[in-house]
Structures are given as C-alpha cells and as structure tokens.
C-alpha cells in the first residue's frame, strides 16, 4: 500500500534532519535539530517517480520553529546521476531531493504554464505569459538562502526555502516594477503561492533567465585582481614602489560602477512610481538611531576587536538624530551588493529583491531611505577590494592600491546615482550612519563565520570614523 505524502514524510523525518543540516539554505546550522515534523505534503505527480511537495517545520528548541519548503522525489530505482540527492530509503523506494532531477521538475514549469491548482497551492503565470514547456531544468549550484532551476536558457525558477508567512517582497516588487516597464530587472513570468493556514506564502518565482549575464561581483573582483597584479609588477621594479592608480589599469571597473549607479537610482525611482513614497515622521530619525545603538552593544558584547571603536561609532549614530533634512521613505531592495546585479550586454540588472534574509517579513517591506541601499553597494565595493588575498608581496602597498580602487569606484557609483536621483553624499551624516551600520552587521558576521575576513569591516569603520 502507498503511503501518504504525509505519512512519508513523516516516517523519514530523521534522515531528513541529517539532510537539512547539510544544506547551504539551512539557516540553523548552529543548533542541533530536534525534530523535523511536517506541516503540509502534496503528491504533485506520478507513482514511479512521485514528486510530492512538502512543508516542514524544525524544531530546534527556540519559537517560532523554521519552516521550509522542500521538493521529495520518490522512485524505486534511482538512478545514478540522483545518487548524490538521495534522503531516505521508504520501503523499496528511495526519496531524495527532487530538484535534481529534471523529469520532476519539468511538472513546475508545466504547471505554471497550465495555472494548475492543487490541494492550496497555485501555480500562475503573469498576464499575457505563454510558455514553452520543453525547456530541461538544471540546479543553479551557487545558491545560498534558495534554489534555483534554469530552465534551458530560457527561464529561471526561484524556490524559496526558508518560508516567510506574507507574500514574498521579491515577487511583489518585481510585479510593481514591470508593471511601470522598469528596463533593470528580469522580468517575472509566473509564481507558485499558496496558504499555510489563514496566511499567504509564496513558494517560488519564475522569471526571465538572462544568459549572458556576469555577476557584478566577479566583474569587481576581476578589476581588482588586475589592479593588484599590476601594482606588483611595480613593486618587483626597480626603484622606490608605490602603488597604481585605478585609471590606469587594464581592468578599471569605474565606468561601470557609474553605469551600476545610474541602474539603481532608476530603479528607486520607479519604485517610488509604482508603490509611493513619503516623507517620514518626526520621531523616525531617532527610531533609527535607537535601531542602530542596539544592534552595536549586541555585536560589541559578542566581538572583543569592536570595542576600540564603540564610542566613535555610537557618535556617529548619535549625529543621525541631530540631522534637520526631510528624510524621503520608500521601498527599497533591502540587501543590495555586487552579489546581488547582474551586466547584461546591454545593461544592469537588479535581482533578489527579498530583502536581508534574517529580517523578519514586516521589516524588509516597510518603507526605507534609498541611502540604506547605497549604503550597502558601497560596503560591498569595499568588500571587492579588500577581500583577494595579498599573498608574500607587501601588504601596505596592495591595501593603498585597494582602498585607491574603493574610493574610485565608490565615488563613480554615487555620480552615476546622482544623474537620476539627489547625489546621496548630501546627505552625508545618514549615509555614513547607514554605512557603519552595515559595517556592524559585518563585524558579526565575519566573526561568527569567516574570521579570517573580520579585518575588513573593522578597517573600514576605523576609516569612517577618524
């Protein structure tokens, strides 16, 4: 006899714990599962393979539990190619992680094509979307809070894993801003939804896959490495070395660090356009000074190497409620950074608008300055520069030649921002606040989980503060 979806969920909630422990989109890495208990499983399609979509709940002895959305498929012979997805033996057949295999995974885009509905979740395309389902799926391997299916060169589906209770702020803002024809994203052709209990959740979302697309952060860290190699080859020269200007290397990214500006103030205003903006209230200022003091004492009680720099950092904050400029609030990405735009042949691109994951759902879709944007492209120019590893050449020189290429860069996004929007130097004390902000959420970060990085933001508050 077949057992339920739920039942077999049920019965392989073990190794499913193992399994879940090991995912990169696992949030819970640092505490040990207690149970994986399931919330709600539907049979998608088929005996022999069965795909069954399933929600689960972690209990990881803190509430409320985690919630993920997971993709099973079940066959009694697996094949070779699907070993390495392989959860859990049921009987005679084996479940494992469905997303791998493309026979299943054909029945989302079918699905999504055909509006199917089933047992509460919907699957949709966007007005005036035709598909052509034929396209073979292939996993995108370097997601981290998701997955990702391409299929193939054609359109890409998203599936969030750790679920949020509300529709997704990606879906949303995508819809919004195709709906003002905004020309820096990929468009959106069709979503997966449905309910858990009385709420709306979104499953996944399936958009334009741009082929030709290289990350903005390889593109960075490229112009970096050509920077610093050609830095070293001065210092290997005869006579006193100094370091390179930006302008003159062969891999000078500045022109398109503007470019990039000009792409997110663009889509800030459209934003803005589709769903509104406002000026703040009185007390906002203070509200976010008081946000940003207790995030500091939270990491400096945690991370000893911040405390030189806690009082200069908590004046910084302070200035924040002396600013007497109207402060303009709207939606905003909410996570932006190189890892997160895209340059096409023809233009950038802005993705995963779901905001910073750890955020609760109500924070990342409330209204926001655009500076906290800013802020963060900036932080990760940084980033770009300072993280290559200096290897046995001197270390002074190569961290000239890398804050050289941060201001350079720095400095073109914002003039590139300014051609569309108020240039955010202005505005100079919040965009620092902002800036330092991000640099404390870094420091605990990196001290929780790339040590070795930690010398980078705490270089960079030690710039911004002197």
Request: include cysteine.
């Amino acid at each position: 006899m077949t057992s339920t979806a739920a039942d077999l969920i049920a019965g392989i909630s073990d190794p499913l714990a193992a399994v879940l422990a090991e995912q990169r989109w696992f949030a819970g890495k640092d505490r040990p599962i207690r149970a994986v208990i399931p919330v709600r499983a539907t049979d998608l399609a088929g005996s022999d393979p069965r795909l069954i979509h399933a929600v689960v709940e972690v209990d990881q002895g803190e509430s409320p539990r985690d919630r993920y959305q997971l993709l099973l498929g079940v066959r009694s012979d697996l094949p070779e190619f699907l070993g390495h997805a392989w959860v859990a033996a049921c009987g005679d057949q084996a479940v494992y992680q469905a997303v791998h295999d493309p026979e299943l995974t054909a029945v989302l885009l079918e699905s999504i094509a055909h509006g199917v509905e089933v047992a509460g979740l919907r699957f949709a395309t966007e007005p005036g979307v035709a598909l052509d389902t034929e396209q073979r799926s292939r996993p995108v391997g370097a997601e981290q809070s998701n997955t990702s299916l391409v299929y193939g060169q054609t359109y890409i589906l998203k599936l969030f894993r750790k679920l949020a209770i509300g529709r997704s702020p990606d879906l949303e803002l995508h819809r919004a801003l195709a709906a003002v024809g905004c020309e820096h994203i990929a468009a959106p052709l069709g979503s997966i939804e449905g309910w858990l209990g009385a709420e709306p959740v979104t499953y996944g979302m399936l958009s334009e896959f741009l082929r030709s697309a290289v990350e903005g952060w390889a593109m960075a860290t490229a112009s970096v490495r050509d920077l610093l190699g050609e830095s070293l080859l001065i210092e290997r020269a005869p006579g006193p070395a100094k370091p390179n200007d930006p302008a003159d290397a062969g891999g000078d990214f500045a022109a398109e660090a503007h470019r990039l500006g000009h792409a997110v103030a663009a889509v800030h205003a459209d934003l803005a356009t589709a769903l509104g903006a406002s000026r703040a209230s009185p007390g906002y200022l203070d509200t976010l000074a008081t946000g940003m003091q207790r995030r500091l004492d939270s990491v400096a009680s945690q991370v000893p190497e911040l405390a030189p720099h806690v009082d200069a950092l908590r004046a910084a904050f302070n200035e924040v409620r002396e600013i007497d400029s109207p402060v303009r609030l709207q939606r905003i990405h909410g996570d932006l950074h190189l890892g997160q735009v895209l340059r096409t042949v023809t233009r950038w691109v802005l993705i995963d608008f779901e905001g910073e994951p750890m955020v609760p759902l109500a924070e990342r879709t409330a209204p926001a300055s655009t500076l906290r944007d800013v802020a963060g492209m900036l932080r990760s120019f940084d980033y770009a520069a300072h993280h290559v590893p200096l290897g046995d050449t001197d270390p002074e020189l190569h961290a000239a030649a890398a804050l050289a290429w941060t201001t350079r860069n720095q400095d073109a996004f914002c003039d590139g921002y300014a051609q569309v929007a108020p240039d955010p130097r202005k505005d100079a004390a919040l965009l620092r606040a902002f800036e330092l902000d991000k640099a404390v959420y870094e420091v605990s970060y990196e001290h929780a989980h790339r040590p070795a990085w930690l010398p980078i933001p705490l270089a960079a508050i030690a710039r911004l503060t002197h």
